[in-house]
Nanobody, 124 residues
Framework: EVQLVESGGGLVQAGGSLRLSCAAS????????IGWFRQAPGKEREGVLC????????YYADSVKGRFTISSDAAKNTVYLQMNSLKPEDTAVYYC?????????????????WGNGTLVTVSP
């Protein structure tokens, strides 16, 4: 069965860094893309970054450009979100999600599978 597991969240001071991981398993095809989303308290869930093995980065939110990067390790079936220069407004539950047979455009309802999320808290 398909499973996505996030890890790496925690508490960090403003200006610090964290790296989140999304481990994927159970896929019967390599034709899928992975996106990172986040939901802050009282806010709607929003796309952060998306990547596919064929097209590279397919979505990159303006709010994190220059601070966050996404990468993948195909051998480990893992996608990483490197977060630098963190701000209090980055505080959110971060989710990874998979979309089959298409690329991710940062739209949450287009995604087919979701992890349970990992909490990132950035203190002032």
């Amino acid at each position: 069965e398909v499973q996505l597991v996030e890890s790496g969240g925690g508490l960090v001071q403003a200006g610090g860094s964290l790296r989140l991981s999304c481990a994927a398993s159970g896929f019967t095809s390599d034709d899928y893309s992975i996106g990172w989303f986040r939901q802050a308290p009282g806010k709607e869930r929003e796309g952060v970054l998306c990547i596919s093995n064929s097209d590279g980065i397919t979505y990159y939110a303006d709010s994190v450009k220059g601070r966050f990067t996404i990468s993948s390790d195909a051998a480990k079936n893992t996608v990483y979100l490197q977060m630098n220069s963190l701000k209090p407004e980055d505080t959110a539950v971060y989710y990874c999600a998979a979309e089959l047979f298409d690329y991710c455009s940062g739209v949450d309802y287009d995604m087919d599978y979701w992890g349970n999320g990992t909490l990132v808290t950035v203190s002032p």
